[in-house]
Structure formats: C-alpha cells, structure tokens
C-alpha cells in the first residue's frame, strides 16, 4: 500500500542482533509514524473489503509489539518533503522524535530483538533455521508480486536478488518464479 517498487531486507546473525526493512514507498508524515507505533492503533484499511487487502506493511499491535522488546527505529520521508522524520524507540521508550535527513520511503531497523527479555528468546530456533524462514517469506512475496524487486541480504551476503519485472501479467510472473526456483 506504499507505492514501494523494492524491498530490502537486511539480516545479521539470526535476525535478532539487527533486522531492517526499507522500501522506496510513499513514506509518512510524523504523524502517522507516531500513530503507527501507538497500542491500540487500527490500521488503515481499503473500505469495508477485508479481501481487498493487498499490503505489506505492518498491522494492529505488531511495531508496538516489536518497539517493545528491542531498540526500534522508525525512518521515513515522503516524496516532495524537505527532510524525513526519524522516531528511535528503546523497550518501548521514546529516545528521539525529531527530522532526520533521510532518502523518500521508510526505514525500519530492529536491534537487539529481545535482549532484555531471554526468556522470548528461548522460543527461536537455531539461526540458520530463523534465516531460512525470512528467506521463505521474502521468497513468496517476490513471486506473489513480480512488480516489486526484493533483496534480502543476510550478514552482508546476497540470498535474494528479484530485481522488478518490467513486463505485466502472466510473462512477468513467469519469469519472476523461475529467477527465484
């Protein structure tokens, strides 16, 4: 839903000590970055059409969730604007809220997942396996969406590469599922 035409994903180790998305989507105001890590916050929505739900952007509870249990950075600029905004969160708290010179999209880098909290930890499995499930996932978004390039990198080393397909439809597709199979 932000207009994004690539998807990076950045992994170290198994995805706890830092994991980032960052896309060249529309970006957001300050505002709606602050909402987006507010508890309790409803997303917005296409309508009454629960079907017509076509994002990849996070939902409900799930970046307060997140914000919670890590150092969490929030990045963003729209196109157009002077400068982007930047709110850097630790264990839920606000260390900073202010403008931050920053590219058109959003930026969002999560350090430390879990590191004041081991007892969650305990519940991840070993990192290759934890590494090979981000993989999966980014794999099936990348062929759910050939007009969208997608790279995931894993401690500075390429495992995706799907650079968007220019062409439409079934032949787009086509060529988007045989790159990653």
């Given amino acids: 839903d932000a207009g994004a ?7 170290s180790g198994d995805g706890t ?7 060249d989507g529309h970006g957001m105001t300050p505002d709606g970055m602050r909402l987006a890590i507010e508890r309790h916050a409803t997303s917005k929505l296409p309508g009454e059409d629960l079907l017509a739900i ?7 509870e799930a970046l307060p969730a997140i914000a919670s249990v890590s150092r969490f950075t929030l990045e963003s600029r729209p196109p157009g604007a002077e400068s982007g905004w930047r709110l850097l969160l630790d ?10 010179g920053v590219p ?5 880098a999560v ?7 081991p007892a969650r930890a305990k519940f991840l499995k070993a990192a290759r396996t934890e590494v090979a499930a981000v993989a999966d996932t980014v794999r099936r978004l990348a062929m759910a969406h050939p007009q969208v390039g997608f790279l995931l990198l894993h401690d500075g080393r390429r495992l995706i590469e799907a650079p968007a397909e220019a062409e439409a439809g079934i032949a787009g597709l086509a060529r988007r599922v045989q790159a990653l199979l």
């Avoid at 264990?91 to 931050?100: R, Y």
């Avoid at 058109?104 to 969002?108: D, H, S």
């Avoid at 350090?111 to 909290?117: H, M, P, T």
Wanted: glycine share 14%; hydrophobic share 45%; no cysteine.
């Fill in 5 to 11: 035409r690539r998807i990076e994903v950045q992994l």
């Fill in 17 to 23: 000590s830092r994991i980032a998305v960052i896309d």
């Fill in 54 to 60: 076509a994002s990849f952007g996070f939902r409900g």
């Fill in 91 to 100: 264990a839920g708290e606000m260390l900073f809220d202010g403008p931050a």
């Fill in 104 to 108: 058109p999209g959003t930026r969002i």
């Fill in 111 to 117: 350090e430390g997942l879990f590191a004041r909290i």
